[in-house]
């Protein structure tokens, strides 16, 4: 049984690849934020002051937005989104 990966990651032939949305999302550096539904209020401050700073960037962020804490982030990652001039902000989250 061999380890090796399959050839389509390594080289830059053309995958056969679907998606949904904006592929432009593949270039961005991505950060993931996963949190408990129990942390302490330090760290919840923390998320959030980060959460504001992704924004601020226009960075991408993938999470699953499930715990509570995920769920604020999501709210602060979207504020701010009035019209479809905003919508590239939308395009930066990513759902797993």
């Known amino acids: 049984m061999s380890n090796a990966v399959p050839r389509?990651?390594?080289s830059r032939e053309k995958a056969n690849l679907h998606y949904f949305g904006n592929k432009?999302?593949?270039n961005l550096h991505k950060t993931a934020f996963l949190c408990s539904r129990k942390c302490q209020a330090d760290v919840i401050l923390k998320s959030l002051d980060w959460a504001?700073?992704?924004k601020d960037r226009?960075?991408?962020v993938?999470?699953?937005f499930h715990s509570k804490?995920?769920?604020d982030v999501f709210?602060?990652?979207l504020k701010g989104i009035k019209d479809k001039?905003?919508?590239?902000?939308?395009m930066r989250i990513i759902f797993c």
Do not use: P, W
């Open 75 to 77: 709210d602060i990652l």
């Open 58 to 60: 226009g960075e991408c």
């Open 52 to 54: 504001k700073s992704k």
């Open 8 to 10: 389509a990651i390594y």
């Open 24 to 26: 432009e999302i593949i």
């Open 85 to 90: 001039k905003d919508r590239d902000i939308c």
């Open 69 to 71: 804490i995920e769920k």
């Open 62 to 64: 993938i999470s699953c």
